[in-house]
C-alpha cells in the first residue's frame, strides 16, 4: 500500500531541497522544490507501488530545476549591488559557504553528478536515467567535478577565501 502524500514530503523534503540547492542555487531552491512537489502531487497516483520514490522525486527535481535554469538564461534580470542572503534554512551552505560556492561554479553536467551522487546518494545507474546519459559518462562527469572542486576549492583555502 502507498504512503500519504504527505508522508512522502515529510520523508523526502530534504533530499529534494538539497538537490534543487545544489543544481540552482539557493535563491531559486524553494520556488524549484515547490515545482517539484506540485508536479509530484499530481503524478503520485498513477506511481506504481514498487516504484523507487526518492528516484522519482530527484528526477522531477532535476527537471524543474533545468527548466528554471533555461528559463533565468532567457530573461535579464536587472540588480543592483545587493548583498547575498543565505537562507535561515538548514542549508548547506550555513558548513562553508566556500565549498558550495565551488560546487555552483561547477559546469551543469559535473555539478548535477556530484550533487546526485554525493550529495544526495544515488547511484551512478539511477543518475544516469535522471540526466539522460550513461552510467559511465555520469561516473566520468563526478569524478572530473570532485577533481575540479580539489582545484577549485584548495585553491580557495590556500588564499583564506573560505570561512
Request: hydrophobic share 45%.
Amino acid at each position: 500500500m502507498k504512503k500519504p502524500f504527505e508522508a512522502v514530503v515529510a520523508a523526502h523534503s530534504g533530499t529534494v531541497l538539497r538537490v534543487c540547492r545544489a543544481v540552482v542555487g539557493v535563491h531559486d531552491a524553494e520556488d524549484a522544490w515547490s515545482e517539484t512537489f506540485l508536479a509530484a502531487m499530481r503524478a503520485y497516483p498513477g506511481l506504481p507501488e514498487d516504484a523507487n520514490v526518492e528516484a522519482w522525486l530527484v528526477t522531477i527535481a532535476h527537471r524543474k530545476a533545468v527548466d528554471m535554469i533555461r528559463a533565468r538564461r532567457r530573461r535579464a534580470v536587472p540588480v543592483e549591488d545587493a548583498a547575498d542572503r543565505v537562507s535561515s534554512v538548514d542549508g548547506p551552505e550555513a558548513v562553508d559557504a566556500g565549498l558550495w560556492e565551488a560546487v555552483r561554479a561547477l559546469p551543469d553536467k559535473q555539478r548535477q553528478a556530484v550533487a546526485y551522487h554525493h550529495v544526495v546518494g544515488l547511484p551512478y545507474a539511477e543518475i544516469a536515467v535522471i540526466v539522460g546519459a550513461t552510467p559511465e559518462a555520469v561516473r566520468r562527469a563526478a569524478s572530473d567535478g570532485i577533481s575540479r572542486l580539489r582545484t577549485i576549492y584548495q585553491g580557495a583555502l590556500s588564499r583564506g577565501e573560505t570561512r
